[in-house]
């Protein structure tokens, strides 16, 4: 069996046997991702085998996801490989599940960007202001946690270094249902958007039936905005359906002006006075 395949199948038992405790989980694979990262031997053995697939495959680009080489994939995990040459002063971001970091031949050098006070990341609010602590560093071969939704890290490479990454997805219940972005410079919000590709695709829909603007696209966007369980999804609704501009839409809009979200609640209120 593929060394891949065994690694693979050894983090999934780990997830499986501790699912009802997500602590137990966290730290039992953690474990398991700190032993293979010291273990030099089966890290080159599972590269090789890696970079022997990508040859033999190279028309696949299923395993490749921007930058990284998707080494190993499971149910709620996926381990990858990146070869950073510099670092990316881009944008900043929030994320809803557990990343561990390695450096494989160098220490890993990492900052992390901390908010002045703890904020809801439901709802957006553009005075929230982050601080840009001082860089860390941890030795090469050693496991970095990052696993706080309103904790933002960035990797800070000044040489070309291999560095593996093991994301492990938290439980839907602990999960968060939206993504901050910060601006590198001013480190305020620069905007919120859906953390769930369901949700994303569902606010493209919202988006694709305003454009056709027609009467039959008010029926699934009533339904969307009523009882969408994502805010995003009924905020994206409400507003497609104030550029219909239809009379079927206005019990739905009325409706909604006594959501549970503050943002679907302000977008009812604007797509009422914009249809009135």
């Given at each position: 069996m593929k060394l891949?395949?065994?690694?693979?199948?050894?983090?999934q038992r780990l997830i499986d046997e501790n699912r009802s405790d997500w602590p137990a989980t966290v730290l039992a694979v953690q474990a398991e991702f700190s032993g293979l990262v010291r273990d030099s031997a089966t890290v080159k053995a599972l590269l090789l085998e890696r970079l022997t697939e990508v040859k033999e495959y190279k028309d696949d680009k299923s395993e490749l996801v921007g930058n990284d080489i998707i080494l190993v994939r499971g149910e709620g995990f996926a381990i990858s490989l990146r070869y950073a040459e510099s670092t990316v002063n881009s944008n900043?971001?929030?994320?809803?599940?557990?990343?561990?970091?390695?450096?494989?031949?160098?220490?890993?050098?990492?900052?992390?960007f901390t908010p002045v006070q703890r904020f809801d990341l439901n709802v957006f609010d553009p005075e929230v202001q982050l601080i840009e602590q001082l860089p860390d560093?941890?030795?090469a071969m050693s496991v970095v946690?990052?696993?706080?939704?309103?904790?933002?890290?960035?990797?800070?490479?000044?040489?070309?270094?291999?560095?593996?990454?093991?994301v492990l997805s938290k439980p839907p219940t602990l999960q968060t249902t939206q993504l901050w972005s910060f601006s590198r410079q001013t480190l305020r919000p620069l905007g919120m958007s859906a953390s769930h590709y369901r949700d994303t695709a569902a606010v493209h829909v919202c988006e694709a039936l305003a454009e056709i603007s027609s009467d039959t696209s008010v029926a699934p966007l009533t339904q969307l905005a009523a009882a969408a369980p994502s805010h995003f999804v009924r905020w994206a609704a409400i507003k497609a359906l104030a550029n219909i501009d239809a009379?079927?839409?206005?019990?739905?809009?009325?409706?909604?002006?006594?959501?549970?979200?503050?943002?679907?609640?302000?977008?009812?209120l604007a797509a009422e006075q914009q249809l009135i």
């Open positions: 891949k395949t065994q690694l693979s199948e050894k983090i900043l971001a929030t994320n809803s599940d557990v990343f561990f970091i390695a450096a494989l031949d160098r220490p890993l050098k990492y900052r992390c560093e941890a030795p946690k990052f696993d706080d939704a309103q904790t933002l890290f960035e990797i800070l490479v000044d040489q070309p270094s291999k560095i593996m990454r093991l009379d079927l839409a206005l019990p739905v809009i009325v409706s909604a002006q006594a959501d549970i979200h503050p943002h679907v609640r302000s977008a009812a």
